[in-house]
């Protein structure tokens, strides 16, 4: 059962360039929509969300983009830092259940 | 920035073992989860607790798993009889509202090894 869907694993950018992380999903319940950073041996960090009622929400250097029609959201990191270097997850919520439904994250690698 | 603290950070136990992992949600949320991350696998939702009680729980919680909130702060996953399936990174997180746009604050997770 996926509902939510990052299909590329991995991706490896070059410092100060963007760096783009797609999200699929199929559930048309789910009215928010975040994305969580994490590091190895720490927890999901919460980075930015979008309600299902807006299209784009930027936050300094991030920006997701929702595309409802296509089930289909992006994180859009720019410029990209070496710090940025984490898995990234998707993760989706039907605000009446609270529950977050994740991808299987995207490894980014962002090199000097 | 207020945290969500979990203990033991790692924990190995025998098969058929009872564990229980511990978390200390955030002092004024209302909402407390717990997540887990096989190795290499996607974060999965076990369960959801709210006012006292389960509100909604995942296939994966049978009845070899439960949660308490035993006083005003901890907030506990116990697994009775534990399996090598059960081998995974365990996160707590809690929010103040369901769905709320900060999303939750997660823990940074036990590391439970089944041997």
């Known amino acids: 059962d996926q509902q939510v869907k990052q299909n590329s694993p991995s991706l490896s950018v070059q410092e100060g360039r963007i760096s783009i992380l797609n999200c699929d999903y199929t559930n048309s319940m789910f009215d928010y929509f975040l994305w969580y950073k994490k590091y190895p041996a720490e927890g999901p960090t919460f980075l930015i969300s979008?309600?299902?009622?807006?299209d784009k929400n930027e936050d300094g250097r991030f920006t997701v983009f929702l595309n409802k029609s296509a089930k289909h959201l992006s994180l859009h990191i720019v410029p990209s830092q070496p710090g940025d270097s984490a898995v990234y997850f998707c993760?989706?919520?039907?605000?009446?259940?609270?529950?977050?439904?994740f991808g299987q994250g995207t490894e980014l690698s962002v090199k000097p | 920035e207020p945290e969500v603290t979990q203990t033991p950070s790692h924990q190995v136990t025998q098969m058929g073992q009872e564990v229980i992992l511990r978390c200390v949600p955030i002092?004024?949320?209302?909402?407390f989860y717990w997540y887990r991350q096989i190795l290499g696998q996607k974060v999965e939702f076990l369960v959801s607790f709210y006012n006292n009680e389960i509100s909604e729980k995942s296939e994966i919680f049978d009845d070899q798993f439960s949660v308490e909130r035993p006083d005003g702060s901890n907030f506990t996953l116990k697994i009775r009889s534990t399996k090598l399936e059960d081998s995974a990174m365990y996160f707590c997180?809690?929010?103040?509202?369901?769905?709320?746009?900060?999303?939750?604050?997660f823990g940074s997770g036990t590391r439970l090894t089944v041997v």
């Open positions: 979008i309600s299902s009622i807006k």
């Open positions: 993760a989706a919520s039907a605000l009446s259940g609270g529950k977050l439904i």
């Open positions: 997180a809690s929010s103040i509202f369901t769905g709320t746009p900060g999303g939750y604050t």
């Open positions: 002092s004024n949320h209302l909402y």
